[in-house]
């Protein structure tokens, strides 16, 4: 086979060939990377200032926004130099366990019972707090005569919390260790007397009804045929579910009618047995002075926290009603029967001057620790008085809803 080699001309016309085309396309690939490099350099120049500019405002406007939100956060004092999300602003009156607890577990028990209570009544207290532990409340005991392990043969005495302080009041206890921020787990405050009967009293069917009425404070009626009864308002009614006023002949300002519109006629409970919505506790507990433990005078204010018009959501339960066996004995020593009469339904003001004249120390050939703590609920009643009016002469940004009703109020 002959192969031909190849012909000199022909490459060299090949070669020549490439070289122009090469030469052709170097310009222009030199004019593009040129123009395209200006170019980029123009846009990189243009983007940055306009990146720049903009995102130096939308930092300064993060900034200032996230300031302003950490300004703004309400914290609880003393909390500033915490996280918020460690912060646990209130508490409650659950025991837990010392172990086998599960992180987190939420309580069952969603209302609370406290009571004032001495070992001279603790036939009554058994029987209290029995039916209330068995309606899962938690249950609070404030010793005021400084007993508490004469409780221990009770099986309930382990699971209620026990609080002694020696000759303290309710008010006294209820001021120190009921802050809104330690019960504010709780739908509602119930805070009684020891002297009280519960064989007609459900515990959960009050809460039903006090829900469905729409009552932030209000208490359970007295069973007239049994009970001490001092204001003719806290008296069942066999008729009723609840009844919020009550009717009396007298004069003005003595007697209370379908138009009256202020305690003890309309908007208010006696305070032997008390019961608060969280909502409502939280306002009260502001009012009770700290100094003031036997707490008078504080009924016929309590409307001002009733989240709303006390005529409507302050009032008596007639299904469920107790008995007030008036058995005093903070203070030690006993009340006759004509003391205790003396509670009758009269006002405040009638009750302060009789009781100062017919309980004057100079007619008294025996100390009695009871007439004692009277006078000085009696002293504590004027005080609250004065600090009362001082405290709306004093505040301009406060509105009372009830000027005219302060007028007509016949304990004031």
């Keep these: 086979m002959d192969i031909n080699p190849p012909n000199a001309a022909s490459l060299f016309a090949d070669q020549k060939c490439r070289k122009s085309c090469f030469c052709n ?20 120049s243009d983007y940055r200032e306009k990146f720049s500019g903009w995102d130096w405002r939308i930092i300064d406007k993060s900034q200032s926004a996230n300031t302003s939100t950490c300004a703004n956060q309400c914290r609880p004092r003393g909390s500033e130099a915490l996280p918020d ?21 939420l309580s069952s028990l969603s209302n609370l019972f406290a009571v004032a209570v001495g070992i001279k009544q603790k036939d009554l207290v058994n029987k209290m707090v029995t039916k209330f532990l068995s309606n899962d409340f938690v249950v609070m005991l404030f010793h005021y005569d400084g007993v508490v392990d004469e409780w221990k043969d009770l099986e309930w005495s382990g699971r209620v919390i026990h609080v002694s302080a020696f000759n303290q009041t309710k008010w006294w206890f209820a001021k120190r260790f009921l802050h809104p921020d330690i019960v504010a787990e709780y739908k509602y405050i119930f805070l009684w007397d020891e002297d009280l009967g519960v064989e007609d009293f459900h515990p959960d069917k009050y809460i039903s009804i006090i829900k469905t009425e729409g009552l932030e404070i209000s208490q359970p009626a007295l069973d007239p045929t049994k009970s001490d009864v001092h204001h003719q308002i806290t008296a069942r009614g066999r008729r009723s579910v609840v009844h919020r006023r009550t009717f009396k002949p007298g004069g003005p300002g003595k007697g209370c009618g379908s138009n009256s519109t202020a305690p003890p006629c309309t908007g208010w409970i006696e305070m032997m047995a008390p019961v608060f919505s969280r909502a409502a506790w939280r306002c009260v507990w502001y009012m009770i002075q ?27 339960v007639d299904a469920e009603y107790i008995v007030h066996y008036n058995r005093p004995t903070l203070g030690g020593g006993n009340e006759n029967q004509s003391d205790s009469q003396s509670h009758n339904d009269t006002s405040e003001t009638e009750k302060v001057e009789s009781e100062l004249l017919v309980q004057a120390p100079s007619r008294s050939h025996k100390h009695d620790p009871r007439v004692e703590v009277r006078r000085q609920s009696y002293v504590e009643l004027a005080i609250f008085r004065k600090r009362w009016k001082k405290a709306v002469q004093e505040d301009e940004c406060w509105t009372d809803p009830y000027p005219q009703a302060a007028t007509d109020n016949i304990m004031a």
């Design 25 to 44: 396309l170097f310009p222009a690939a030199s004019l593009f990377c040129l123009a395209l490099f200006i170019g980029s350099a123009l846009l990189a």
């Design 85 to 105: 999300g460690i912060v646990t602003s209130s508490s409650d009156l659950e025991m837990r366990p010392l172990w086998n607890s599960a992180e987190g577990s």
């Design 290 to 316: 700290n100094d003031l433990i036997h707490a008078w005078g504080l009924d016929t204010q309590l409307g001002y926290c009733a989240q709303g018009d006390r005529i409507k959501t302050v009032g008596i």
